[in-house]
Every structure is written in structure tokens, then in C-alpha cells.
């Protein structure tokens, strides 16, 4: 049985359903054979790994421990869903205090444990804030980190999808940037509905304008809606994009949606957030969305939103002010 690689990949939090998704995921996908499972809830960690070998998995080598330095020693990639989930009336930013202390640790843990891991993705909210603080505790370069955002842009395409009554490969760059978020920049310039710019059927009997802020707004509460369908906020999608882009990493296909990568140039600096991305072995790199006056303006104020969360982690001395961020950590800017 053929795998991309035979290095180690740990998912943290592998107890959860992100978590053991992600774990199923990444062996379909036949990504390595060598993935540790992690959570410190042990007896349901190993009922995770237990059903992962019921699926009888060929050629695979899953092991799963409570010990974080077992976890890490020697993993080349990390996917960390390990904090706290989302629950019904919550929103992502809700979740700050516990989950930035939860990152925190984490980032040490890397320092500590594999400081020579060559990706690590974080997915748990907020997770561009998230990610930012364990990328700074970690020592790692911003190129070796990235955090889910994805989800929102394939929300998007989804919505324009049933909108239109057409199959989602019909629907091309569709994007949003900036936080994930109900703050995100919902982008339409950049989108094609089967060829045509979708920019060019706002407005019309096709799509009247109220119509494309209805689904805007669907987009946005995209993962309340789950919430609010399932009980439980979303696990199956965040687990696909995740692995997907450890895939990019590894050196698969090109990741095909947008990413949250650390922002340190232009008029976006020292934060977390979705940009135009590329994955690849070589890391993670990103270049400024272009769109309309109006999109620019959303895509602004989300940042902004993220420079107050962030901010507001700083206050609660999770991480030091922005000019001490090198201190922590060289590689930052």
C-alpha cells in the first residue's frame, strides 16, 4: 500500500469527533501510515483508535497516547483540534479565553517536543487566534503555520450552488478572506457561476440584490445553522479541509481555497487571518485579495475585529505586546 510518506502525523484532540474524523480522513486519503492519536481523555481516545483498527487499514501504524510528549516526539505534521467546541448560542469568539490558554501550551509543547515539525494546521476558534499564539510559542516561521478558513469560502460555493441549481464544480473562486468568523469578508468579484462573473448577475432577475445579501448572511452563520440542524457544531468539513491541507504540505495537489496564514506586510500586520494562499512542502505563503471598494471595506473591518481579539488576548497576557512578539519568537516580524 502506497502512502505520500511514512512521516509521523499526530492530531491532537483525536478524541473528538473533529479529531477522530480527521484521523479517518487522513488514512483514506493514504496520506502516512504513521499517525498518533492524541487527547487527554484517554478512554475515548482509545475507543477512537479502536475503530480505526476495526477499519482495517492496510499497512497502517496508528498509535494513541494521553502523554503529549509521546503525542509529538517525532511527529513532521501536526492537526490540532483540541479546544473547546463550539456550542448552541455561542459564538466562535466566545470561546477566546480557554482556547488561547489551550494554544498556548500547545505552542510550548512544539517548542519543547518537535521543534523540527515541518507543518502544523490549527483549527480550533477562534483559529485565527488561535493559531497566532501557537505559532508564536512554538518558535516555529510563519511559513509552518496555517489555520481553517476554508470552510467559509466552501459555504459559499455551496450556497451558490443551490441558489443557481447548478453542481458546485460550476462555481469557481468563490472566496472570503479576513477572519473566520462572523466578521468574514464574503467576497463576489472574485466568483464565476458556470463562466459568468457572478458580479455580473447581482443586481439582476437572476439574482436581485436582497437575494445575494440573504445569502451572504447564510454564509455567515453558516456554523450556527449547523448548530442549530445537528446539535453540535460542525465536524465532518473542518476535518476534510484540515487534512487537505496537511496533504498540500506534504506535498499533494494545491490546496484550492483560501487559508489563515500570519499577515506581517502592507496594511494587514501581526495577525492571523485568510488570505489568497498557496500550500506546498515548502510551506505556506499568501498575497492580498483585490476586490471591490466594498469588499476591501469588509475585509478591513474584519481585521480589524481580529487586531481587538487579538488585542484582547494581549491584555489578558497570553501573549506579550506586539513589539515584544520577536522575543518569543525570531522568525516574527
Known sequence: MKYST?????????????????????????????????????????????ELFHCGFE?????FTSDIEEALSGASYIISSGGAARKAGMTREDLLKGNAQIAMQLGKDIRTYCPDVKHVTVIFNPADIT???????????????????????????????????????????????GGHGEQMAVFASTTTIDGTPLNELIGTEKM?????????????????????????????????????????????????????????????????????????????SYKEPAGTPAEQKDLEESYSHLCKLRDEVIAMEILPPVNRWNELNPHIR
Open 131 to 177: 493559531g497566532l499564539i501557537v505559532l508564536l510559542y512554538s518558535g516555529l516561521k510563519p511559513s509552518q503555520v496555517s489555520t481553517l478558513a476554508a470552510l467559509d469560502s466552501t459555504r459559499l460555493q455551496t450556497e451558490l450552488a443551490k441558489y443557481f441549481k447548478v453542481p458546485t464544480d460550476k462555481i469557481l473562486n468563490s472566496r472570503t478572506y
Open 208 to 284: 436581485p440584490r436582497q437575494d445575494w445579501d440573504d445569502l451572504r448572511q447564510r454564509v455567515i452563520q453558516g456554523g450556527k445553522h449547523i448548530i442549530e440542524l445537528r446539535g453540535r457544531s460542525s465536524f465532518q468539513s473542518p476535518a476534510y479541509l484540515s487534512v487537505e491541507m496537511i496533504a498540500a504540505a506534504m506535498g499533494g495537489r494545491p490546496f484550492r481555497w483560501p487559508a489563515g496564514v500570519y499577515v506581517s506586510q502592507g496594511k494587514y500586520n501581526h495577525i492571523m487571518m485568510a488570505m489568497e494562499t498557496s500550500i506546498s512542502e515548502n510551506g505556506i
Open 59 to 63: 499497512g497502517a501504524n496508528i498509535t
Open 6 to 50: 511514512q512521516d509521523k502525523l499526530t492530531i491532537v484532540g483525536a478524541a473528538g469527533m473533529i479529531g477522530s474524523n480527521m484521523a479517518q480522513t487522513a488514512l483514506m486519503m493514504k496520506l502516512t501510515p504513521n499517525i498518533c492519536l492524541y487527547d487527554p481523555f484517554a478512554p475515548a481516545l482509545e475507543g477512537v483508535a479502536e
